[in-house]
Each structure stands twice: as structure tokens, then as C-alpha cells.
């Protein structure tokens, strides 16, 4: 049975790549060579033709496991930054027999930009991303127009994107960036959120959020046909 510490990147910080290992692909930090990455398409690294469901900020990946268990007719890719959080969903993937899960572990703006087939993926999930509350810091939120454009290069035709968080003034900037493009309509009427989607699972954050009587708020939107 694979554990975490298993997984370990097979050359130096000074040899840096990127690499994909054993349905893990590793983004290292501090690197320029993005755009030399050849792109690999869905059907070489799953062995099938899929629809493909991207969640960013996976954290340990409780959620996303689930849902990938739960619908083995989607591929699931599941994005998170940190190392010690992705190879611990790595393992999962190993432990549980998930077969139809990819671990992606890098900066989601670089991998949105470099490693996706264009037009491609179908549904996008974000789940409880930091908000990075005060000014000085928006550079750092993930929910920006940057990163939305990137978004948008690899979405399908009548792709969905679907939010939750239990910030409310997170819920509001991450509504204001979708609603100033062009190329994306709330799914939910005014005021485009909802705080109650039982059948959306859960994660370590949504409990720990539950359990301090924070509420979440989803938001979902579609690509304009």
C-alpha cells in the first residue's frame, strides 16, 4: 500500500522540471521553462476518452476522492499548490483505487495556462479558496480576471463553473470577476448564490466551517453559448 513519503520527485531543486509521475504531475515553483511543456492529452494519461471535471484548491483532496468514487465516468483532476497536501490525495488515489483522478501539484494560474488542452475540460469546481481579505493581498487571490481568461482557453463550449466559500465578501468578489466577463452568465438569479446544495459533498474545510456555524455560499456559472 503506497503512502505519502512514496512519492518523491526524482532529481534535484537545481534540475527542476516539470514531470508527470504515476498519475501525479509535478509543477516546481521558481521555474521558466512552462512553455517547453509538451501537451498530453486527457485520453494518454487516463487511457480513455472522458468528460473532465478540474477542482482548484483541492487541499487534501477529501472531497474530490469522493466525488471521483462516486462518478467513475468523469475524469477528475484534482489541483492543489502545496506538496504535502497533493501527495496525501496521491496516495488516496492509490489506497482507494481511483483510477480516474489525476493530482496535479503546482500553481493554478501556470497550469491553467501551460498544461491544459485547449477547450477541453467541462465542469471547474473551487472550493473554499483562501480570500486573501485585505487589498494589499487581492494579487494573490485566485478568483481574478488573469486567471478567469485562462479559464476560459480551456473550458467546453457550455463548460460550468461552480464556487463555494464561506466568506461572504469572498462570494462578492469572486461574483463581480465572473460578472465582468463577457463569456460567462450566473446560472443562479439574483443574487446569484445559494446556501443550501445537499448533494455537494464535503471536505475538512466545509465541516470545520460547518461546525463553526459559518455558512457556505455556492455560486455556479456557464460559458455563453
Known amino acids: 500500500m503506497k503512502k505519502a513519503s ?15 509521475l504515476d498519475k501525479f ?27 473532465i471535471t478540474m477542482e482548484y484548491c483541492s487541499g487534501n483532496g477529501q472531497w474530490i476522492c469522493e466525488q471521483a468514487k462516486k462518478d467513475p465516468t468523469v475524469h ?3 489541483v492543489e499548490k502545496r ?11 492509490h489506497r482507494e483505487n481511483i483510477p480516474n483522478l489525476l493530482v496535479v501539484c503546482g500553481e493554478a494560474l501556470i497550469y491553467t495556462r501551460h ?5 477541453s475540460v467541462s465542469r471547474f469546481f473551487v472550493n473554499f479558496p483562501d480570500p486573501w481579505p485585505k487589498l494589499r493581498h487581492a494579487k494573490h487571490r485566485l478568483i481574478r480576471s488573469e486567471f478567469l481568461e485562462e479559464v476560459e482557453k480551456i473550458a467546453e463550449p457550455e463548460a460550468k463553473a461552480i464556487l463555494a466559500t464561506d ?30 446544495w445537499p448533494e455537494y ?14 455558512q457556505t455560499h455556492y455560486l455556479q456559472f456557464e460559458v455563453m453559448s
Open 6 to 20: 512514496d512519492l518523491r520527485i526524482p532529481f534535484s531543486w537545481e534540475e527542476r522540471r516539470s514531470v508527470l
Open 25 to 51: 504531475l509535478y509543477i516546481p515553483g521558481h521555474f521558466n521553462g512552462h512553455a517547453e511543456w509538451q501537451l498530453i492529452s486527457w485520453e494518454q494519461i487516463f487511457g480513455k476518452k472522458a468528460p
Open 76 to 78: 477528475w483532476v484534482a
Open 83 to 93: 506538496f504535502d497536501r497533493a501527495r496525501k490525495i496521491w496516495a488516496r488515489l
Open 115 to 119: 498544461y491544459v488542452p485547449p477547450r
Open 167 to 196: 466568506d461572504f465578501p469572498c462570494a462578492g468578489e469572486m461574483l463581480s470577476v465572473f460578472q465582468k466577463s463577457p463569456s460567462w452568465r450566473s446560472v443562479f438569479p439574483d443574487p446569484f448564490f445559494t446556501t443550501e
Open 201 to 214: 459533498g464535503f471536505s475538512f474545510f466545509s465541516d470545520l466551517w460547518h461546525k463553526q456555524g459559518r
